[in-house]
């Protein structure tokens, strides 16, 4: 090959730039951001502080709104438990109440049939002796039933009237009894633990009236009047001519 291959093609620069020279123009060239770059730093966050504490603001927020629901639905199970329990205590309680009601009247008609036969009837027939006690056992063995059951029976002679458990049908006026005391049981009442099944019906004491006294006080006699009438004269209370 010949000397002229080599050779540089004209408008060339005959002289290579050194290193000294690129890092001279380099810094004489003005500095321009990339478009890219410009756009990063301005979708950046400023503060990364900031960000942080309010996305920790809204889980909080989340946490406590949670934890109000989770607590609401358990108190919410804890009632229907509760009134669960209350509804199967109740009926396991009040479970004999139709029973009760039903056998009432059956004893009412038993201590009316006792209360019929008088104590020298009975001892004058030995047979009507015989079914008296009969009966008088079977009350008994009734009563006893509802007692084992918890139903009281209620018979307030004597007692105060409650009108909670008494229903009054009458009053009697006694001066010498305490007012607002039974004095007489119609019918007793029955109750179921604290349920009252019937009322007992009573008679009340009531205060008697006042003793009016026979003789009403007379008047004050009026100024001119004479105190005392004469003999056959005039009234009390009448004017006395005294003019000659």
Do not use: C, W
């Not at 059956?106 to 009316?112: E, G």
């Not at 027939?125 to 006893?144: C, I, Y």
């Not at 008697?208 to 008047?219: F, G, Q, R, W």
């Amino acid at each position: 090959m010949s000397s002229n291959d080599n050779a540089k093609p004209e408008g060339e620069g005959s002289e290579d730039k050194t290193p000294a020279a690129e890092t001279a123009e380099a810094e004489a060239m003005p500095s321009e951001t990339p478009p890219d770059a410009a756009e990063a730093a301005e979708s950046e966050p400023a503060e990364p502080v900031e960000i942080e504490a309010a996305v920790i603001a809204k889980l909080e927020a989340e946490k406590a709104e949670l934890k109000d629901q989770l607590l609401r639905s358990l108190a919410e199970v804890e009632n229907v438990r509760r009134r669960a329990q209350r509804e199967r205590e109740d009926g396991a309680r009040y479970a004999v109440k139709p029973l009760a009601e039903d056998l009432m009247a059956v004893r009412d008609n038993l201590r009316r049939a006792i209360d019929s036969v008088s104590a020298e009837a009975a001892e004058a027939e030995p047979r009507l002796k015989a079914l008296l006690e009969g009966v008088v056992m079977t009350e008994k063995s009734l009563s006893e039933a509802f007692s084992k059951h918890h139903v009281e029976i209620i018979d307030p002679l004597g007692e105060k009237f409650d009108p909670n458990l008494h229903e009054a049908m009458f009053e009697v006026p006694d001066p010498q009894q305490t007012a607002g005391t039974v004095a007489q049981v119609i019918e007793v009442g029955y109750r179921l633990h604290d349920r009252l099944l019937r009322a007992a019906r009573v008679g009340v004491y009531k205060a008697a009236p006042a003793a009016v006294d026979a003789e009403a006080p007379e008047p004050p006699a009026e100024e001119g009047d004479a105190p005392d009438a004469p003999e056959g004269g005039a009234k009390p209370g009448q004017r006395i001519d005294t003019a000659v």
